[in-house]
C-alpha cells in the first residue's frame, strides 16, 4: 500500500495501530478482532480462548529494560503459537493472544508453552511471564466479560509470583 505526502510518507498513518516497540496491533486491534472472533465462534459453535501475558516486574524496569522484555515477549509468544492465534499489545507489559477453535485446557497448554520457552531464555534475559486464561463459553460469553476474566485471572497469577499460570474462575456468570 503507497504512502502519500511529502516524501512519500504519512506519519503514523499505517502504523497508527501498531505498537512502535513490538509491532504488534494494539488493544483497539484487539477489541476488534475479540468482538469479531467471539461472534464467529458463537456463530459455529466453537470454542475462543483468551490469554493475557504480562512481564514479570514491569513496574521495577528501567525504559530500555522495559522495551528490551517487551520485545522479546512478543517475540517468544508470537513464535510459540500458532500462526493463525491473534497476538496483540495491550498495555505496557502486557500481549493479549486470542485463540481460534480453543477450550479452556487448550489454552493452559498453549499458555504453559510458552512459559516453558520463556523460562528456557529466563536464565540469560531475566524475563518470565505471568498469565491469565479466560475462555468461551466455560468463562464468558460476551467479549467484554471474557476479557474482564482473563485480567482477574492474571491478576491473581501475578500475585502469586513471577512465571504463573492462572486460570479465570468459571463461577456464576
Known amino acids: 500500500m503507497a504512502r502519500h505526502g511529502a516524501g512519500g510518507e504519512t ?7 501498531h505498537d512502535p516497540v513490538t509491532g504488534l496491533p494494539d ?13 464467529l465462534a458463537r456463530r459455529a459453535l466453537q470454542p475462543l480462548s483468551v490469554v493475557l501475558f504480562e512481564v514479570d516486574g514491569w513496574d521495577e ?5 522495559a522495551r528490551v522484555a517487551q520485545r522479546l515477549a512478543a ?33 493452559v497448554w498453549a499458555a504453559d508453552r510458552v512459559r516453558r520457552e520463556v523460562a528456557a531464555r529466563s536464565y540469560h534475559t531475566g524475563v518470565t511471564l505471568s498469565m491469565g ?19 482477574a485471572a ?4 501475578r ?4 512465571s504463573r499460570l492462572e486460570v ?6
Open 11 to 17: 506519519p503514523g498513518v499505517l502504523d497508527s495501530v
Open 27 to 39: 488493544v483497539r486491534v484487539f477489541a476488534v478482532l475479540l468482538d469479531r472472533k467471539l461472534s
Open 61 to 65: 524496569l528501567s525504559g530500555t529494560q
Open 75 to 107: 517475540r517468544l509468544v508470537r513464535g510459540t503459537l500458532r500462526e493463525s492465534d491473534s497476538v496483540c499489545h495491550c498495555t505496557d507489559g502486557v500481549l493479549a493472544a486470542i485463540l481460534d477453535d480453543t477450550p479452556h485446557s487448550g489454552a
Open 133 to 151: 486464561v479466560a475462555s468461551y463459553p466455560t468463562h464468558a460469553l460476551e467479549a467484554a466479560e471474557l476479557r474482564d476474566r482473563a485480567y
Open 154 to 157: 492474571l491478576f491473581v497469577a
Open 159 to 162: 500475585s502469586l509470583g513471577p
Open 168 to 173: 479465570a474462575d468459571s463461577g456464576a456468570q
